[in-house]
């Protein structure tokens, strides 16, 4: 059974930053693909960004490129997300996820089969 744990999340004044962290248990985080994804009252799912379970290669939507960071540590089973420069437009509950990269979408979230229970971020002034 997996687990997964995301916190870091909280209110934060734009321009600021958060680290967001997912803890997994009941899965060994080298053999699967992690992404952070994001979903805002009323709005689709988005994705953030994908950590490859391989060489753990990352990707990262448009919008997040040079102010938010995924890493991870499979010792640790613990995967992090370095948000920087926040915005607004960035408020949403925010959801780790593992997928086995057979049918997913780092962009959408499908496919990813285990899900955390997500953590907010609000960005305002």
């Known amino acids: 059974q997996v687990q997964l744990v995301e916190s870091g999340g909280g209110l934060v004044q734009p321009g600021g930053s958060l680290r967001l962290s997912c803890a997994a248990s009941?899965?060994?985080?080298?053999?699967?693909?992690v992404g952070w994804f994001r979903q805002a009252p009323g709005k689709e799912r988005e994705g953030v960004s994908c950590?490859?379970?391989?060489?753990?290669?990352?990707w990262y939507a448009d919008s997040m490129k040079g102010r938010f960071t995924i890493s991870k540590d499979n010792a640790k089973n613990t995967v992090w997300l370095q948000m920087n420069s926040l915005k607004p437009e960035d408020t949403a509950v925010y959801y780790c996820?593992?997928?086995?990269?057979?049918?997913?979408?780092?962009?959408?979230?499908?496919?990813?089969?285990?899900w955390g229970q997500g953590t907010q971020v609000t960005v305002s002034s």
């Open positions: 996820a593992t997928s086995s990269g057979l049918g997913s979408s780092c962009q959408t979230g499908n496919g990813f089969a285990s």
């Open positions: 950590i490859g379970s391989g060489r753990g290669l990352p």
């Open positions: 009941g899965v060994s985080l080298h053999n699967y693909a």
